[in-house]
């Protein structure tokens, strides 16, 4: 028994020397092995009480084998939890955050076509000595109709499938709306436009939203003719698309607010007239309806129409912005994808 005695005071001695050395999990493993786990020295000492025959010598042996077999669980457990603790701090060191550095993301935002769009037409058009005027996108059936010309009970009010508000309000069909708000307020001569967003109660398809972007313009003054209107629309159409020769030609078009009132198309820019699936294979396409000011729109701001006259057109921004990017489904542009989004930047 003393030999006994001796030999778990020397594994004891053995133990303690070498956990004097263990500073991390994995060394931590290797005495775990040595010392506690199936083949260590510890369980040949636990074997050793089955040999012994007297029942006092099991008893003594026993408590003597497994007095040190829990000191050394003992400290192996504390040894793990220090163990533990370093190695947190240690991974925490490597993954500090400095909230001082500079962010530079990857992934910056970037503006949409429609806004690109919408910024190169202000742009141009207050190069024109246009002025931008803005509307309420929630908006009275007055303005948006009968101060247009469109009286209640008129048959026009079916071209535009409107939203109509509990509050009695509408949604603006389009961005007419301004030129009966601008009428009422300002005199002429005055030439203005509106960009603004309007609402239709619309079936989607490639082409119709029920939101989409409109950009309204509105010239009011003495002796302005249809040329005037025409060349108007060359410069603004060919700075847009950014060349010289754009080519436009009128047809008839119906509009309560405007007579004679046209639907203005320009030569197709992708094929040059020639005819391709764009402009359906016609060589044109149909890009701005437009008109002279009726005089009763006039009448409705309070203007004399013996004395002023005037033009007016409606651009389709959003249809604008998908040609001029080449995007053949309208409902790309809203989607939120940013496998879309991220051409334009
Ligand atoms: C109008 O809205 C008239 N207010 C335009 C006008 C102004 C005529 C001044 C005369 C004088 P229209 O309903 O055609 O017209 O719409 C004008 C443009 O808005 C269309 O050419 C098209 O480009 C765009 N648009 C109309 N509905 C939708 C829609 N659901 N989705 C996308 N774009 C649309």
Redesign the pocket.
Known sequence: MKKLKEELELFFKEFEDDIKNVDSLEKLKDVEIKYSGKRSKLHSFLKLIGDLKKPEEKKEAGFLINRTKSEIEKKLKVLKESCEKKEIEKRLKQQSIDFTKPVFSENKGSLHPITFIKRDVERILTGMSFSLVTGPEMETEYYNFEALNIPPTHPARD??DTFFLLNGMILR????SCQSRTLEKHKPPLRIFAPGKCF?Y?SIDA????A?Y?V?GLVVDQNITIANLIGTMKTLLSEIFQREDIDVRLRPGY?P??EP?FELDIKCIICNGKGCSTCKHSGWL??V???MVHPNVLKYGGIDPEKYNGF???L?L??LAMMRYKIND?RLLNSGDLRILKQFR
């Open positions: 071209m535009q069909t389009h961005t007419s239709r619309e082409s119709h939203e029920t989409f409109q309204e509009f607010f405007v009132g149909e890009l309806p437009c008109g007016a057109f409606g389709g959003t249809r309208i």
